[in-house]
């Protein structure tokens, strides 16, 4: 997967928050296993994964339906926050105490 900038983590965020929150872990999840797909795709071959793009989380995350962005004053957009930071983490193989 790419370097995961701020972008990457709100957008993927966004996805989360059109998904029930029982559901947002693994949806968090699977979408850094779909940017780290697509970064080995384009590693290999050269070109965008035709499903996930160019191995980032915003691309993964841009190619599934996207809440309007809220602030930070919105519990449920910081939990969505948490839940992707926590996927990030679990991903690169870090402890997450959250």
């Known amino acids: 997967m790419l370097p ?7 957008n993927a965020a966004r996805a989360l928050l059109t ?3 029982g559901a947002r872990r ?3 999840a699977r979408l850094v296993a779909e940017a780290a797909e697509a970064a080995a795709h384009v590693a290999r071959t050269g070109r965008l994964h035709p499903r996930f793009g160019n191995g ?3 691309a993964a995350a841009r190619k599934r339906r996207l809440a309007d962005e809220p602030g930070f004053d919105d519990p449920d957009y910081c939990a969505c926050l948490i839940e992707v ?7 690169r193989g870090a402890k997450c105490a959250m």
């Open 4 to 10: 995961v900038l701020h972008g990457d983590v709100s």
């Open 19 to 21: 998904v029930a929150p």
């Open 26 to 28: 693994w949806v968090g």
């Open 56 to 58: 980032s989380l915003m």
């Open 85 to 91: 930071l926590r996927a990030v983490m679990h991903h």
